[in-house]
């Protein structure tokens, strides 16, 4: 019976992921035989779970429903859990969240990480929260995976504006998480990478980033990426002298402005409008949401480095830092 549940589920989480899809994909993503998924979408067609059009199979609000109460039950193996405990000791973090895969072989488990980073999002968010998110694609997969309510919250940008694409800028996902939440959104219209006279300056001539300012004291709520400075061409905010120091002292993650190596060491901060490192200490919820085997010196760099709480990452990730850190105590113990 558990292992009929365990099939299900896996087909609910593939349309849920992919919809509208066929069987014979279903069959290819779930490894299950084509005639074992044609039974199983027959009898949940009959619960009301499912709808068959042309185009393929799409769930129903009933079989959007069991989505989230469900993953706690099927979603994580044994190994799975066990990867988890081991990350949360080496890492020092108060909670992990292992999804199957590898995001750098598969834009679904991308969308899983998004997908269950929302799942902690909604367990802990409340009427009167102030929500802080930063930009990428995984974060911006959070926001788009929340489903529409109608919440008395705020979402500001946990920093300024960085990178190229416009729809992953911490600007864009804050007013889409707020859309999505029934909230509000506060933007902040400076770039990240003033100098600390400059940034001061534009501080104090804008008012809405005083407000900004006093909202991000009150944060209860950090969603935060990772990411590898490896991809020179991202630096672009970066003065060309630090870039090549970045380069000689090996910074390999990224987070909030800050810039660590391998052992935790901030090599480099950008001035930025929202969160700071000082910051973090004192908000309740940290959410960091990142995968990718070529992640995982990054994530385990920038925990070094203070950034902790709950993280939600992939099995990718979660191999790349055990190897990294095997026979190694946890953060806070030393080696």
């Not at 190994?79 to 598969?106: C, F």
């Not at 834009?107 to 998110?133: P, W």
């Not at 909202?215 to 400075?229: F, M």
Request: aromatic share 4%; charged share 25%.
């Amino acid at each position: 019976m558990m292992a009929e549940a365990q099939e299900r589920y896996e087909i609910l989480r593939q349309i849920h992921d992919n919809g509208p899809v066929g069987r014979h994909l279903l069959a290819m993503q779930t490894k299950l035989s084509e005639n074992t998924v044609r039974k199983h979408l027959e009898k949940m067609a009959e619960s009301g779970l499912l709808l068959s059009r042309p185009s393929g199979m799409s769930l129903t609000s009933k079989g959007e429903s069991l989505i989230g109460p469900l993953a706690p039950y099927f979603q994580k193996s044994p190994a799975l859990s066990d990867m988890e405990k081991k990350l949360q000791a080496v890492l020092s973090m108060e909670r992990v969240i292992v999804v199957r895969g590898d995001s750098d072989a598969s834009d679904a488990v991308r969308n899983e990480i998004s997908q269950e980073a929302a799942f902690v999002l909604l367990r802990i968010i409340r009427d009167g929260f102030v929500t802080a998110v930063s930009g990428g694609p995984v974060i911006a997969g959070i926001a788009e995976a929340l489903p529409s309510l109608h919440m008395k919250v705020d979402v500001i940008p946990a920093r300024g504006g960085f990178g190229n694409r416009v729809e992953y800028l911490p600007n864009f996902v804050a007013s889409r998480m707020a859309e999505k939440l029934g909230g509000c959104y506060h933007i902040a219209h400076i770039p990240d990478g003033l100098s600390p006279e400059l940034f001061l300056q534009v501080k104090n001539e804008i008012p809405r980033l005083k407000e900004i300012d006093k909202l991000a004291a009150k944060t209860d709520i950090l969603v935060t990426g990772v990411d590898e400075p490896q991809d020179r061409s991202k630096w672009t905010d970066i003065p060309p002298d630090v870039r090549e120091r970045l380069v000689k002292e090996k910074a390999v993650g990224e987070s909030l402005g800050l810039y660590a190596d391998i052992e935790g060491r901030i090599l480099y901060r950008l001035y930025n409008v929202g969160i700071s490192r000082e910051d973090i200490s004192s908000i309740p919820h940290v959410l960091i949401a990142a995968g990718g085997s070529h992640k995982g010196p990054a994530i385990l760099a920038m925990a070094r480095a203070g950034i902790r709480g709950t993280l939600v990452t992939d099995e990718g990730a979660g191999q790349e830092i055990i190897h990294m850190t095997a026979g190694k105590k946890s953060i806070t113990g030393g080696y």
